[in-house]
């Protein structure tokens, strides 16, 4: 399997053609046909369903085609930054974080580092999952990331990694006005029974789901967690009546403006507190300069306050 099968096959499954294809990059339909061919008995699964003059994605086909566009479009991004890199002499830092809420941390970090005047800095960023990150930082495709330290933190080798505390708060339970629970002083573990519990993820995220269950009780089959790819939709949902939401309301307010649907009520588990901790984390052998300038920065921020 190689990068020309990858994008002859996506350039197929979006023309839904092998005839089109093979006439917009000048090669033959037999070609196009046995290239495909070749990736299918690569991957041991079929990708096309094929009929009189036309052909048709299997269910199979469909998850691959979205998997590798964005594989292709992150290698194009890969590349254009490895060229960037190789053009430029200033530092350069990968920072990942998980959600809109530390990325407004993130973003605090790196602008308050450019006000010292300190040496320049490259700062790439990238949006991903918490199990992403840990992932990217152990095979040093990242330099850091922020994260969510709440509950706790499961299947982590912290023996290679570091971390610093960013920022401290306490989550907190999103409703609808409209929801009877929105007149209790504070939400438990019994309101939660056969609710949608929802929570924000661009990726789907078994760390985020473990982390929300950590909080409640033993039977967490009596839960319905979903998840929820943008902020902006879980808030809907919730204003709607369509299900309720674990938010650090602190830092939501930092860039959102007040929504008078919804509600924000404490949560009181029998497991843990609901305060959390945004940590920046980084593999404890990285000597990168750059990694070291941008952690002395916020412990220095962290001692001011």
Do not use: W
């Amino acid at each position: 399997m190689d990068l020309n099968q990858l994008q002859m096959f996506v350039k197929v499954a979006q023309a839904g053609s092998f005839d089109r294809v093979a006439e917009e990059n000048y090669v033959s339909q037999r070609a196009v046909s046995r290239l495909i061919k070749r990736l299918e008995e690569e991957l041991g699964m079929q990708l096309f369903s094929r009929g009189s003059n036309r052909i048709k994605l299997t269910p199979a086909g469909e998850y691959f085609a979205k998997e590798v566009e964005d594989y292709l479009t992150r290698f194009s991004d890969m590349v254009t930054l490895a060229q960037k890199i190789g053009q430029e002499e200033v530092s350069h830092l990968n920072v990942g974080f998980f959600s809109a809420f530390d990325g407004v941390l993130l973003r605090e970090q790196v602008l308050n580092y450019q006000k010292k005047g300190k040496d320049e800095i490259k700062f790439n960023i990238v949006e991903e999952s918490v199990e992403h990150i840990l992932s990217d930082l152990a095979l040093k495709k990242l330099d850091c990331g922020f994260i969510n330290n709440y509950g706790r933190y499961t299947k982590l080798n912290r023996r290679l990694y570091d971390f610093i505390d960013v920022y401290q708060g306490e989550m907190m339970l999103a409703l609808s006005r409209q929801n009877p629970l929105a007149k209790k002083p504070y939400l438990e573990e019994k309101d939660l029974l056969g609710k949608d519990l929802l929570y924000y993820s661009s990726e789907n995220s078994q760390y985020m789901q473990d982390t929300f269950l950590a909080t409640l009780g033993s039977d967490v089959g009596q839960y319905q967690i979903k998840r929820v790819a943008s902020l902006e939709n879980l808030l809907l949902a919730c204003s709607l009546d369509q299900g309720l939401a674990y938010l650090p309301k602190d830092l939501l307010d930092k860039f959102s403006q007040p929504d008078a649907s919804l509600v924000f009520k404490r949560f009181h588990s029998a497991r843990i507190s609901q305060n959390y901790t945004m940590q920046l984390v980084f593999r404890a052998d990285d000597q990168s300069p750059a990694l070291k300038k941008f952690t002395a920065s916020i412990v220095a921020d962290r001692e001011k306050k």
